[in-house]
T-cell receptor
């Protein structure tokens, strides 16, 4: 049981589709993250939101568009994806303090397949 | 820049044997170190963390890790593993800005009977 939920758990989409991934955290945290996990590669940090403001965008292609309407919800809007975008997309949250980020809590992930 | 190296991509062991999963880091700032575990089809779960204080940290399920500043290591150990410990293990360090974590490539621990 985690305090971070993600929907859907599985998604298959064509390259011309538009879809969105949703993440919700119930931990009262002030920071949320999107990571991409591909086979045989390290977790790739995509976006960071702190107090609803995007603080990091790690050179992510514009076909990925994040949205953070409040500190509990985070979306990842997808459009015109490529087959190499197939991966597990993980959402995480944490409580950022004055001294930095401590542990992050992860959701179960969305397994995305682009056909 | 911060980085994490997990030296072993796969570690096969027999049940009840001891295991060590190695992690080395590179950092130019104060470090916070973490071990996460990922079971199949699940997200990452925090296993243990080093923030400050005692260099030996322990989890509730028998794992422990020791922060060694001189060797820039944070190896994970367990004296006797169970089948249920089979999973992917990730070592992580805070990034330089302190805004996120940087993860290693992971080590697959396979425990067989």
């Amino acid at each position: 049981e985690t305090g971070v939920t993600q929907t859907p758990r599985h998604l298959v989409m064509g390259m011309t589709n538009k879809k969105s991934l949703k993440c919700e955290q119930h931990l009262g945290h002030n920071a949320m993250y999107w990571y991409k996990q591909s086979a045989k590669k390290p977790l790739e940090l995509m976006f960071v939101y702190n107090f609803k403001e995007q603080t990091e965008n790690n050179s992510v292609p514009s076909r990925f568009s994040p949205e953070c309407p409040n500190s509990s919800h985070l979306f990842l809007h997808l459009h015109t994806l490529q087959p190499e975008d197939s991966a597990l997309y993980l959402c995480a949250s944490s409580q950022e303090s004055l001294t930095g980020v401590y542990e992050q809590y992860f959701g179960p992930g969305t397994r995305l397949t682009v056909t | 820049a911060q980085s994490v190296t997990q030296l072993d991509s796969q570690v096969p062991v027999f049940e009840e044997a001891p295991v060590e999963l190695r992690c080395n880091y590179s950092s130019s700032v104060s470090v916070y170190l973490f071990w996460y575990v990922q079971y199949p089809n699940q997200g990452l779960q925090l296993l243990l963390k080093y923030l400050s204080g005692s260099t030996l940290v322990k989890s509730i399920n028998g794992f422990e890790a020791e922060f060694n500043k001189s060797q820039t290591s944070f190896h994970l150990r367990k004296p006797s593993v169970h089948i249920s410990d089979t999973a992917e293990y990730f070592c992580a360090v805070n990034n330089q800005a302190g805004t996120a974590l940087i993860f290693g490539k992971g080590t697959t621990l396979s425990v067989s009977s």
